[in-house]
């Protein structure tokens, strides 16, 4: 989904409200996250890349599995939509299969 193109100001000041709140949202759960994995002390800026993407995982996974058993007791907040949770590592090794079988059946069958 992208940015959409704002009719008026109050919607463009609305979206990014919305996307502020979740932000600072999702930050407080990247840093407890943080501090209950590594510490009380221990900062988000000591992390390498590979930890930042890890951590961030983590986060994104808890956060998949709190929706779903919180709906599950609280069926009137539940999403039509079927749930479906991918983690970046999940996602790489899907892409990079993909790219293997395109490769594989490009090289079989040449035309």
Known sequence: MNIPTFDNEDDRREYFIIFNRKLDLYVRLFETTVKRLFGADYTVDKLTASSLEIVDSITRS?????ELEFCKSNPKYKDDAEPIFLSNRIVKEIVTQAIEELNID???NPA
Request: charged share 10%.
């Open 106 to 108: 490009s090289g079989s």
């Open 62 to 66: 808890l956060l998949y599995d709190v």
